[in-house]
């Protein structure tokens, strides 16, 4: 039996994040960014511990890899390169804005204790056919400098915030010396919206040199009047990868001047998902011709199954995620847990209940429709089993979604054929599937008055 995890049984937790006043000026789409309404998922743990008995080696919670052993090999890695109060090496570019503690929050940039083009480091649009173990060492290689800052007042930390924002705006690698208060500790970071990250220290000191910025944003940069969704939507035409747009915009880059503050980068991600996704339905979808079949993509990767089904209907979306018992959203649970959110024609009044990877996904799907100048209802899925041994990010959903839909497709002349097809990608029955979204049930069992029509 399946155990549905739909937005009536999540406890809704309100939250203002006062940043997104600068970000878009039409109320009507403020909810779509601003999680009002963010899920608070509970598990029950049961006594005990099976780590205790696997020690690593047993697999017994039903994983491929032992995700404490990746964790730990990636420590013993970093510590034997990392094991002092000053660190030399090239930053991908990369930075980081935390969430804890908002208004005050700690920032600072990701630097690797190597010299060279380490631009893969920061670049999840080059993920994707990678092992585990590679994106993990990616990540974990980064040291985070840290610095307290108030988000409205940036500036007021003067000394490494410019530091940071030059580091940011870069279009390469740039060499960085950064001195910590003391060694960076052992903590790595794990997060189901932000790429990994590697141990931390408070900085004391940071030197650059040869940053060379990114032209593009530096004139959105530069532009005190450019309201921030603007820049964000130019850069994007400009060719910006998505990646660079959101750490910019985490740094305060964007934006009516007086308004400008650090965005934490958990949130910077889904803002610039959200808003380049909304601009293209709105402006290059909603007034194109509907597609005039049913197609299915699919792509696997590290343990996870993404089909994505085009129907030929106005633009409506829809993300289902179905987590098998063992996996991070449902460690201890004894059943397949799925979930999902929707939005019809007009959009979304409310933060959606499954986070950032809906925003990243609809950015995906919303891609291909510009490119194609067409429409369609979309129905976006993933089967994540255990062997997907730790979360990497909400970047994994876009860069997946975005490479099945670069792949060949298969078509077919009705709803049915479709569902038969898309049941054969799938070890979960399309009928839980189908119990699980709204859209499907709107497909296959809501009447139109087009039948009437003769």
Same mark, same amino acid.
């Given at each position: ?23 878009? /000026? ?135 915030? /410019? ?74 035409? /400009? ?95 004894? /059943? ?119």
């Amino acid at each position: 039996m399946l155990k549905i995890l739909g937005r009536k049984i999540l406890r809704k937790v309100q939250r203002e994040i006062p940043w997104l006043e600068h970000i878009i /000026s039409d109320d009507k789409f403020a909810g779509d960014l601003n999680p009002q309404q963010e899920p608070e998922l509970k598990f029950r743990f049961r006594e005990g511990s099976l780590c205790l008995f696997c020690r690593g080696s047993r697999m017994l919670c039903g994983k491929t890899r032992c995700p404490a052993m990746v964790r730990l090999y990636s420590f013993l890695r970093v510590k034997s390169l990392v094991d002092a109060e000053r660190v030399l090496g090239s930053s991908p570019p990369g930075v980081f804005i935390g969430r804890i503690g908002y208004p005050y929050v700690y920032a600072g940039p990701l630097i690797p204790p190597i010299l060279g083009d380490t631009s893969l480091l920061d670049m999840p649009e080059m993920w994707i056919g990678r092992t585990i173990d590679e994106i993990i060492n990616f990540r974990t290689g980064l040291i985070r400098g840290n610095f307290r800052a108030n988000v409205k007042k940036p500036f007021a930390n003067e000394q490494f915030l /410019s530091r940071t924002l030059e580091i940011a705006l870069s279009r390469e690698p740039v060499d960085t010396e950064a001195v910590f208060k003391k060694k960076p500790s052992g903590r790595f970071l794990f997060d189901d919206e932000v790429q990994p990250m590697g141990p931390s220290a408070p900085l004391l000191k940071i030197d650059v040199e040869n940053a060379k910025v990114d032209h593009r944003i530096e004139k959105a940069y530069s532009d005190p009047d450019l309201k921030a969704e603007e820049a964000i939507l130019a850069l994007y035409k /400009s060719e910006v990868p998505v990646s660079r747009i959101q750490r910019a915009f985490s740094v305060g880059a964007f934006g009516v001047k007086i308004q400008r503050r650090l965005v934490p980068t958990r949130w910077s991600i889904t803002a610039v998902d959200s808003s380049i996704s909304r601009r293209l339905i709105e402006d290059e979808i909603k007034d194109k011709p509907v597609i005039n079949e049913y197609r299915v993509y699919s792509f696997n990767y590290l343990g996870n199954r993404f089909v994505i089904l085009l129907m030929p209907s106005k633009w409506k979306y829809e993300w289902i995620e179905a987590w098998y018992p063992g996996t991070l959203w449902n460690p201890h649970g004894e /059943s397949i847990a799925m979930g999902s959110d929707w939005e019809g024609y007009h959009g979304r009044t409310t933060y959606a209940s499954l986070g950032g990877c809906y925003y990243a996904v609809r950015l995906a799907v919303a891609e291909a429709l510009a490119r194609e100048r067409r429409q369609a209802g979309v129905i976006a899925m993933r089967e994540i089993h255990p062997n997907f041994i730790m979360p990497l990010g909400v970047w994994i959903n876009r860069e997946s979604v975005r490479e099945a839909l670069k792949r060949e497709c298969e078509k077919f002349d009705t709803l049915n054929e479709a569902l038969t097809y898309i049941n054969s990608k799938f070890l979960i029955s399309i009928n839980e599937w189908i119990k699980t979204s709204v859209l499907f049930k709107d497909a296959l069992y809501q009447e139109r008055i087009t039948k009437y029509l003769h």
